[in-house]
């Protein structure tokens, strides 16, 4: 089972809104990641989660506030967003760090309305 | 600082044809590792393949494969009678070890190339 899965597959939010992205594998991996990818472009990492702990913030606004409550789950709070954070939100596994690759969701894709 | 380039932006073919991807990377790290994903207009990344500093075999996987050459910091990925299934936006990645060898949390993706294969 190589499958990072991602919940809701799409969302359209008001400014005002406050929601949650849903992220959960279930392969052993101690690393979970949150990305943000806009239209032809290449995904940007936002939030590094490794053994639960957070181990990098992109310098991500605090509008965009990450959780890990276990190994296996990774959530992504969004509130009082902004119409240009509109995009494609990936979650990703690894085993620690990308030595043997991270698997990627099929992505949230958000719109801020 | 790492980096990684994919020249072609967009590359059209006809069904069957052959179609290699260039990627070349820098990086001033003995250990790092490579990647190629396939990203399909349905938005999931997927994993392809993973490749050390160390390993410079070629790999092929059914249609796919791939040629690693460090004396030119290429990693280029070839796809054998394209089909129509093929088409996505394919990215090159790099990752460099950590301190120490340890792993690193950080991923450097290419801009990608947009593969479309006609019918």
């Known amino acids: 089972d190589t499958e990072v899965t991602q919940t809701p597959k799409h969302l359209v939010m008001g400014m005002t809104n406050k929601k949650s992205l849903k992220c959960e594998q279930h392969m052993g991996h101690r690393a979970m990641y949150w990305y943000k990818q806009k239209a032809k472009k290449p995904p940007e990492l936002m939030f590094v989660?490794?053994?639960?702990?957070?181990?990098i913030n992109e310098s991500v606004p605090s509008r965009f506030s990450p959780e890990c409550p276990n190994s296996s789950l990774l959530n992504l709070h969004l509130h009082a967003l902004q119409p240009e954070d509109s995009a494609l939100y990936l979650c990703?596994?690894?085993?620690?760090?990308?030595?043997?690759?991270?698997?990627f969701g099929q992505g949230t894709r958000l719109t801020v309305v | 600082a790492q980096k990684v380039t994919q020249a072609q932006t967009e590359i059209s073919v006809v069904e069957k044809e052959d179609v290699t991807l260039d990627c070349v990377y820098e990086?001033?790290?003995?250990?790092?590792?490579l990647f190629w994903y396939k990203q399909p207009p349905s938005g999931e990344l997927v994993f392809l393949i993973r490749r050390n500093s160390f390993d410079e075999q070629n790999e092929i996987s059914g249609r796919y494969s791939w040629n690693f050459q460090k004396s030119t910091s290429s990693f280029n990925f070839t796809i054998t009678a394209s089909q129509v299934v093929d088409s996505a936006v394919y990215f090159c990645?790099?990752?460099?070890?950590?301190?120490?060898?340890?792993?690193?949390?950080?991923?450097?993706f290419g801009k990608g190339t947009l593969l479309t294969v006609n019918p």
């Open positions: 990645a790099l990752s460099e070890a950590g301190p120490r060898g340890g792993s690193n949390y950080k991923l450097t």
């Open positions: 990703a596994s690894s085993y620690a760090g990308h030595r043997r690759g991270a698997f």
């Open positions: 990086t001033r790290d003995t250990t790092y590792y």
């Open positions: 989660y490794s053994y639960e702990k957070l181990s």
